[in-house]
């Protein structure tokens, strides 16, 4: 290709640049209150050991009314299960050239650091896969799971399942934390999946305040009730549209994300920008999938996929074309650990840069032990089929 001749005007020969104000400008990476929720509320140090194990009361004591002389049943009974979870890992890679970062962007010339710019660029990669991952699962392939994310920490897509009903990406998982759910446990640690749309033909429809209700009253067990209602930008506005005539909820300041927000009974309602969406959500081959789309209904598989779903579930039929559309979630972020490792290097750190074998190539790499476990799943809800 033929070079300009002269390389620069006479303005551009004689005249410096204007690089004002001199800050970087992030036109890529977006908003996530539910991150900022479990860093604030949930973080919990990982000290080491070879999984991570939960302890759940999943059938009570045997006992009963007795009149005197009868003879009380003394059997001893199993009431406890556990869940365990893996520690999974993630990484962002920083390489950099030692010319570079040593000679040219250094002294008054450079406007900016990149050693500075590529580490805050790879914290916000890390934080922003995070961020989609949590929305999705980490088990493989199999038993209605679409896909296979072993690697992936395990996202409250498995916690807010029931082993019957299909999450917002067509997912049925049967275990949770290696806990085989229906079977010994009962339905104790499930949470049944919510479809807002038309039963009889699978379509989105609008959301509605009685809907949001009925969430979460569900999710609701005692006195412990969710504390952080998400979803996309989309959902956002339809509820503050189709409820606020109504004034059954006020706008407040959320004191873990700073965002305005809805208070809806006891739970901050924000707008995630990570969180699967139909008209916002992106499948991103940097950061992972949100986009949600349509799966076929695979009927109530608690009695082979021939009949209708929980009739909790609102599902339509076996074959029905299921439109995801917006998607909602409900959780009491008392019920969920963060876990992070106790480590500077795998809590988000950076260990350094490693020279290359054979040029000037450095790399060093940000990263974390990372995994997401649900203490109580009951206590949370999804739902999908909002039309936005």
């Known amino acids: 290709m033929a070079l300009p001749d002269p390389p620069l005007d006479e303005l551009n020969a004689t005249t410096l640049k204007s690089l004002w104000p001199r800050v970087v400008y992030d036109q890529f990476f977006l908003d996530t209150p539910l991150s900022a929720y479990l860093r604030a509320k949930c973080l919990a140090p990982f000290g080491g050991g070879a ?11 045997i006992g009963g009314f007795y009149s005197m002389g009868d003879n009380w049943n003394i059997t001893k009974r199993d009431t406890l299960t556990v869940t365990s979870f893996l520690p999974k890992y993630i990484e962002v890679a920083v390489p950099e050239f030692l010319e570079r970062i040593l000679c040219e962007n250094v002294g008054k010339e450079a406007a900016f650091s990149l050693v500075d710019i590529d580490l805050q660029n790879a914290m916000m990669t890390g934080s922003g896969i995070t961020a989609v991952a949590l929305s999705n699962h980490g088990q493989a392939a199999g038993s209605g799971v679409v896909g296979n994310r072993t690697k992936s920490v395990n996202g409250w897509i498995e916690a807010l399942n ?33 479809f807002a749309g038309n039963p ?10 009685d809907v949001i209700e009925m969430l979460y009253q569900t999710a609701c067990k005692g006195n412990r009730h969710p504390d952080l209602i998400t979803c996309n930008k989309a959902l956002y506005a339809g509820v503050k549209m189709r409820i606020q005539p109504q004034q059954r909820f006020a706008q407040e300041r959320d004191p873990y994300w700073g965002a305005e927000g809805l208070k809806i009974n006891g739970a901050m309602f ?66 969920i650990l963060m876990r992070i490792a106790d480590n500077p290097v795998y809590g988000w750190g950076f260990g350094g840069f490693i020279p290359g074998q054979d040029n000037s190539r450095v790399v060093g790499t940000v990263k974390a032990l990372l995994q997401l476990q649900f203490t109580a799943c009951r206590t949370h809800q999804q739902a999908y089929g909002f039309k936005n």
């Open 51 to 61: 999984f991570m194990q939960n302890t759940h009361i999943v059938k009570p004591m």
């Open 162 to 194: 029931d082993g019957i009903t299909p999450g917002w990406d067509g997912s049925v998982f049967i275990n949770y934390g290696n806990n085989p759910r229906n079977g010994f446990s009962g339905s104790t640690m499930n949470s049944v999946p919510y």
């Open 200 to 209: 009889a033909t699978g379509a989105t429809a609008p959301i509605e305040y």
């Open 270 to 335: 924000l707008a995630d920008e990570y969180f699967p969406s139909l008209k916002f959500g992106q499948n991103d081959p940097d950061l992972g999938n949100w986009l949600t789309s349509t799966f076929t209904s695979p009927g109530y598989i608690g009695d082979g996929g021939g009949g209708t779903a929980d009739p909790r579930s609102n599902l339509p039929v076996i074959g029905t074309t299921v439109n995801v559309g917006e998607v909602l979630a409900m959780f009491r972020t008392d019920d």
